[in-house]
């Protein structure tokens, strides 16, 4: 392809993707179609003869829009947002365009100094102090991972350089909510801690983690001769955006001298708003943290936030220096290679510069309190409608709800049955998309409020087909799951 044809073909696809921003509400929420839909419409073989992309867009309509769920649609309300704003599909743009690999300052500068820039925009954005420096990353299992990584090399004077973990005479534990993210457990495995060295603290009734159990699983594993190494606390877990008391986990984890790092995947878009920190009190005695921009902030996928309070200990885990990699400027610059596990890095910090500078704090700030707000009206109908009940508080943006019908309270596996079907019909429509889920032993309704586009009108016709659904269902008198 050369630039003509580029040219020709690349404002073909922005008008599409444009013209299909424009006409989202109109297409059913989460694809409908069945597993082989999309691959039977693809040939078996690449094509042996350059076809060129004239058709590329009839294309995408034809074999790649029916299996597309429109995570930006302004009925999503399903797992958390996942927002892509159009001025960061311009950023993305760019970052292909230009095809830099950031591994180190030099082999492309500007990689490195927008990201140093806009990383500590973030951190003044978020309230946090300047003892953090920042660093992104693909996704927030990678940063968990980095810091468990971290915790490891604290806790045992870097095994890695010796034998490793198969060296270490005592076992070393990490501690997490049975609320927290799989990426979590998955994150303690794959840093060699091991299932049974994994403790999930259990949670009180607001779901977040019970800092005295949480001291208890501590001092049983001292007496046991275990090593206590690392605890990661949740600024809005995932099932219900708890919030557990990072105040006092730090305070415990400096007793004991465990390595603290924070999950606040989609919670830390919340910190933009100065009166939303309290949920975070205690964040600066934290080790390492993470936020997703590629949230709620609607920086688009992949771009994950990592801050750290001690990058030299970061560097020091990940880094390897080959002669093949060194440079002149290595002593005066940061090459981001050593602060994360990949050696390549896409250049994604254009496209947080590019939302920031298109949307301003301000803008951001507007959009985030409109989420805020759409919550708790929805939290408002469900207090005060009979036969409908909320299962955990609404700190952020998503509510576990679900409807106990008369004829069926107490029978926790009728209950299951009829949330589960409501659920389905609700997406069925079209109109809407939800996520069930289960909520220690309970099928609910979870309601995850943040798309870009989501007003109140969405809300309320949401509200009302989840009513209108659950009356259809008592008024029938039949309990039976319909079928996907």
């Given amino acids: 392809m050369n630039s003509d044809e580029f040219r020709r073909v690349g404002h073909e696809l922005i008008e599409w993707i444009a013209s299909y921003r424009d006409r989202m509400e109109t297409l059913p929420v989460m694809s409908p179609v069945s597993p082989g839909d999309i691959a039977q419409q693809l040939?078996?073989?690449?094509?042996?003869?350059?076809?060129?992309?004239?058709?590329?867009?009839?294309?995408?309509?034809?074999?790649?829009?029916?299996?597309?769920?429109?995570?930006?649609?302004?009925?999503?309300?399903?797992?958390?947002?996942?927002?892509?704003?159009?001025?960061?599909?311009?950023?993305?743009?760019?970052?292909?365009?230009?095809?830099?690999?950031?591994?180190?300052?030099?082999t492309s500068p500007a990689a490195t100094e927008v990201e140093d820039v806009v990383m500590e925009w973030l951190r003044q954005m978020l309230g946090l102090p300047e003892t953090f420096s920042g660093v992104i990353q693909d996704s927030a299992s990678s940063s968990t991972f980095c810091a468990l990584l971290c915790a490891r090399e604290r806790s045992t004077a870097f095994c890695q350089n010796q034998g490793g973990m198969q060296w270490e005479?005592?076992?070393?534990?990490?501690?997490?909510?049975?609320?927290?993210?799989?990426?979590?457990?998955?994150?303690?495995?794959?840093?060699?801690?091991?299932?049974?060295?994994?403790?999930?603290?259990?949670?009180?009734?607001?779901h977040a983690m019970r800092v005295d159990s949480l001291e208890a699983a501590i001092g049983n594993d001292l007496a046991c001769g275990r090593v206590p190494c690392a605890v990661v606390a949740a600024v809005g877990t995932t099932a219900t955006t708890a919030l557990d008391n990072l105040q006092r986990i730090a305070e415990i984890a400096e007793g004991f001298g465990l390595w603290l790092h924070v999950d606040a995947a989609l919670a830390g878009t919340a910190m933009v708003l100065p009166e939303?920190?309290?949920?975070?009190?205690?964040?600066?005695?934290?080790?390492?943290?993470?936020?997703?921009?590629?949230?709620w902030m609607g920086v688009g996928f992949d771009c994950s936030a990592y801050f750290v309070k001690d990058p030299q200990h970061l560097i020091r885990v990940m880094s390897t220096n080959p002669s093949y990699l060194r440079?002149?400027?290595?002593?005066?610059?940061?090459?981001?290679?050593?602060?994360?596990?990949?050696?390549g890095r896409r250049f994604r910090a254009l496209k947080l510069w590019f939302l920031l500078k298109d949307l301003g704090v301000e803008g951001l700030q507007a959009?985030?309190?409109?989420?805020?707000?759409?919550?708790?009206?929805?939290?408002?109908?469900?207090?005060?409608?009979?036969?409908?009940?909320?299962l955990a508080p609404v700190p952020l943006q998503t509510l576990c709800i679900r409807h106990v019908p008369e004829e069926i309270k107490g029978d926790e596996k009728a209950l299951a049955t009829h949330n589960q079907?409501?659920?389905?019909?609700?997406?069925?429509?079209?109109?809407?998309?939800?996520?069930?889920?289960?909520?220690?032993?309970?099928?609910?309704?979870?309601?995850?409020?943040?798309?870009?586009?989501?007003?109140?009108?969405?809300?309320?016709?949401?509200?009302?087909?989840?009513?209108t659904e659950a009356d259809q269902r008592v008024a029938s008198g039949q309990w039976s799951v319909v079928s996907n």
């Fill in 367 to 390: 959009r985030i309190r409109r989420d805020l707000e759409n919550a708790q009206w929805l939290r408002q109908q469900v207090d005060a409608t009979p036969g409908w009940e909320r």
């Fill in 43 to 106: 040939p078996a073989e690449a094509p042996i003869r350059g076809e060129g992309l004239d058709d590329i867009v009839q294309e995408l309509d034809r074999i790649v829009m029916p299996g597309i769920t429109h995570w930006n649609h302004p009925g999503f309300f399903a797992y958390f947002p996942s927002n892509s704003d159009l001025s960061a599909v311009l950023g993305d743009i760019a970052c292909a365009g230009l095809g830099a690999q950031g591994m180190s300052w030099q």
């Fill in 276 to 295: 939303c920190r309290w949920m975070w009190k205690g964040i600066e005695a934290v080790d390492s943290l993470v936020m997703n921009p590629h949230k």
């Fill in 169 to 206: 005479e005592e076992p070393y534990v990490v501690y997490a909510s049975d609320q927290a993210h799989s990426s979590v457990p998955k994150a303690a495995l794959l840093a060699g801690f091991g299932k049974e060295h994994l403790r999930l603290i259990e949670t009180d009734d607001d």
């Fill in 327 to 343: 440079t002149a400027q290595d002593g005066v610059v940061r090459n981001l290679r050593d602060w994360g596990i990949p050696l």
């Fill in 421 to 467: 079907d409501i659920v389905t019909r609700v997406n069925e429509s079209g109109h809407y998309y939800l996520t069930p889920a289960v909520l220690k032993g309970q099928q609910i309704i979870r309601i995850s409020i943040g798309a870009t586009p989501t007003e109140r009108r969405h809300v309320e016709g949401l509200w009302t087909a989840l009513r």
